[in-house]
T-cell receptor
Framework: DAGITQSPRHKVTETGTPVTLRCHQT?????MYWYRQDPGHGLRLIHY???????DKGEVSDGYSVSRSKTEDFLLTLESATSSQTSVYFC??????????????FGPGTRLLVL | EDQVTQSPEALRLQEGESSSLNCSYT??????LFWYRQDPGKGPEFLFT???AGEEKEKERLKATLTKKESFLHITAPKPEDSATYLC?????????????FGAGTRLAVHP
């Protein structure tokens, strides 16, 4: 298994509160990603990082921010949680974004419920 | 618009009954096609990457093939432990980065 952990694994929060999810890797991979998975939808990219302090938006980034201060840690923050952000969140890592080293390996996920 | 469609949404098989899952895609500039397996409550687990039409990869009872418009995941003589959701994703250059576009998945149930 790729060395990826996510914390917390489950969280219940209230609308309007900030929430931070953490992804930690031990593979020293350059690229890290945050996805959300909802019934009837494929995994959708929220944000990604291509190095320390280097991040960019994915297709569903509104309401989310990210930070990467160390190679091994990628944080996802919901600035003010809404019920539409109830989802399962997955972190993924890859050594590269191309050149046949772009396979993404996923963490175990965080199940978030916003009441 | 880049799109990935998987069919069927759900498939029920008897143990030993071979079948195929389909992943059709429309992307401008395919850079790779990925298959993942996802068990309930867990993250997707990487199975295969295919890069060019005609390419095939095998792992135990699974065999993935690729054409210019679709990929198939063939399951030969499945066992109950093959029950899972199978996800297909294509990688394409879009919006300034290498984007992975996922299908919604096929839920496979194999009964003894």
């Amino acid at each position: 298994d790729a060395g990826i952990t996510q914390s917390p694994r489950h969280k219940v929060t209230e609308t309007g509160t900030p929430v931070t999810l953490r992804c930690h890797q031990t593979e020293n991979h350059r690229y890290m990603y945050w996805y959300r998975q909802d019934p009837g939808h494929g995994l959708r990219l929220i944000h990604y990082s291509y190095g320390v302090k280097d991040t960019d938006k994915g297709e569903v980034s509104d309401g989310y921010s990210v930070s990467r201060s160390k190679t091994e840690d990628f944080l996802l923050t919901l600035e003010s949680a809404t019920s539409s952000q109830t989802s399962v969140y997955f972190c993924a890592i890859s050594p590269s974004a191309g050149g046949h080293q772009e396979t993404q390996y996923f963490g175990p996920g965080t199940r978030l419920l916003v009441l | 618009e880049d799109q990935v469609t998987q069919s069927p949404e759900a498939l029920r098989l008897q143990e030993g009954e071979s079948s195929s899952l389909n992943c059709s895609y429309t992307v401008s500039g395919l850079r790779g096609l990925f298959w993942y397996r996802q068990d309930p409550g867990k993250g997707p687990e990487f199975l295969f990457t295919l890069y060019s039409a005609g390419e095939e990869k095998e792992k135990e009872r699974l065999k993935a093939t690729l054409t210019k418009k679709e990929s198939f995941l063939h399951i030969t003589a499945p066992k109950p432990e093959d029950s899972a959701t199978y996800l297909c994703a294509v990688q394409a250059w879009s919006g300034g980065y290498n984007k992975l576009i996922f299908g919604a998945g096929t839920r496979l149930a194999v009964h003894p």
